[in-house]
């Protein structure tokens, strides 16, 4: 006779975990409002004349743009802590770059291949760079920089000086294994990172519902106990009010954050894309619905600035594009000799 099936004895449920609050909405003032716009603003036209420029013949290789993405970079790394935390990201980079505050006529000077440029002339559009700045790329392997992130939370760990880092990748990256190998690490260890998922939609031409099982990307770190929190990626105000939320957890000393962006890009993946896998009107209905530049704006009306200092700032902005673009064609290319430099790092 077969014995009956052993039970098998009962999982005790899993405790609630602390998780962070719920982010608001950034309470701005008119002043700190017509700061997010100015650099928003900055990053939209030096991204559209960087697409003029690769048009001209001036910018080679890839260049991936972040128009539509604004309210992502400025809103995070506004309350980010300058002198001690620090930023890695993927190869859509110009706009991490100007968000950080770095001067637009050196990442102008890079795209287009010149000594001047912040990594002089040897990076391009993908692989920028600031050691001055805590900025540590800029890299072209997809999902590649969130292992590296790991490496800069640990060193700020280590080192005890209070800082975090907040590493950047995309919806196709989180696909990577590495990614989850970092989350894991992460939090075994407790290492102050943020983990940002800029979700525009796209990896590549391939949509996040065709490629993801899960394509609610801010749980995706929830079976390693990293808590997420998803966020409208599209208005500036939303983004910084779960910044903070994200750097008091983070700075605490509780582990890790992923945060889940939803935001959108205007272009193709690269220069080289001509985005034929969405329509016109879709790309067109977000314009007009969700532009992070013109919501903001909106709000600035509303709050008193009027339209004649909206044009101020713009006309400054203008400026500010028209200049880079200057210096970067006039600055000289790199020597030959710049071939052979920043191959090999000895140290004795």
Known sequence: MAKAPRKSAAVPAVPNRERPPEPGRYDATPAEMEA??????????????????YGLGLIGGFCHLYIGQEAVA???????????DSVITGYRDHGHMLAYGIDPKVIMAELTGRAAGISRGKGGS??????????????????????LGNGLAFAHKYRDDGGLCMAYFGDGAANQGQVYESFNMAELWKLPIIFVIENNGYAMGTSVNRSS???????????????????????VLEVRAAAEVAVEWVRSGKGPLLMELKTYRYRGHSMSDPAKYRSREEVQAVREKSDPIEGLKAEMIAAGIGEDRLKEIDQSIRKIVAESADFAESAPEPDLAELYTDVLVEQY
């Open 126 to 147: 993908m692989h920028m760079f600031s050691v001055e700045h805590k900025f540590y790329g800029g890299h072209g392997i997809v999902g590649a920089q969130v292992a």
């Open 74 to 84: 400025v809103g995070l790394q506004s309350a980010l802590d300058g002198d001690r």
């Open 213 to 235: 099982s899960e394509d609610q990307m801010y749980r995706r770190g929830e079976s390693f106990r990293v808590p997420g929190i998803q966020v409208n990626g599209m208005d």
């Open 36 to 53: 997010f716009y100015r650099e928003m603003l900055l990053i939209r036209r030096f991204e559209e004349k960087a697409g003029q420029l």
